[in-house]
């Protein structure tokens, strides 16, 4: 089974800057596109960034291009949301997710693996 492990959330002001980073457990996924989610209570899970398994291809949601950018390290497993200028409407739970597919799909749907989230909290 496995297992997706998020960390690098916490409390920052606007204007400030967050790394998320995933960890997972296996290299099964390595040749997959991984994504990064976000979530606040009430709303549906909304797509952030995806990157290929090559990370030569990304795509980004449109609120959040050109301040974070989605990095992998296939060597370690690891799939990296580097987080700037944020905004107090950046506050939500965010999670990282394996796809089934090789091309950076955003629809959560096409992400069956999940991490459990981490909370990033932008105060005004």
């Known amino acids: 089974q496995v297992q997706l492990v998020e960390s690098g959330g916490g409390l920052v002001q606007a204007g400030g800057s967050l790394r998320l980073s995933c960890t997972v457990s296996?290299?099964?996924?390595?040749?997959?596109?991984m994504g990064w989610f976000r979530q606040t209570p009430g709303k549906e899970r909304e797509f952030v960034a995806a990157i290929n398994w090559t990370g030569d291809s990304t795509r980004y949601a449109d609120n959040v291009k050109g301040r974070f950018t989605i990095s992998r390290d296939n060597t370690k497993n690891t799939v990296d949301l580097q987080m700037n200028s944020l905004k107090p409407e950046d506050t939500a739970v965010y999670y990282c997710?394996?796809?089934?597919?090789?091309?950076?799909?955003?629809?959560?749907?096409?992400?069956?693996?999940w991490g459990q989230g981490t909370q990033v909290t932008v105060s005004s």
């Open positions: 296996t290299r099964t996924f390595s040749t997959n596109t």
């Open positions: 997710a394996v796809s089934r597919f090789q091309s950076t799909v955003s629809a959560p749907s096409l992400y069956p693996y």
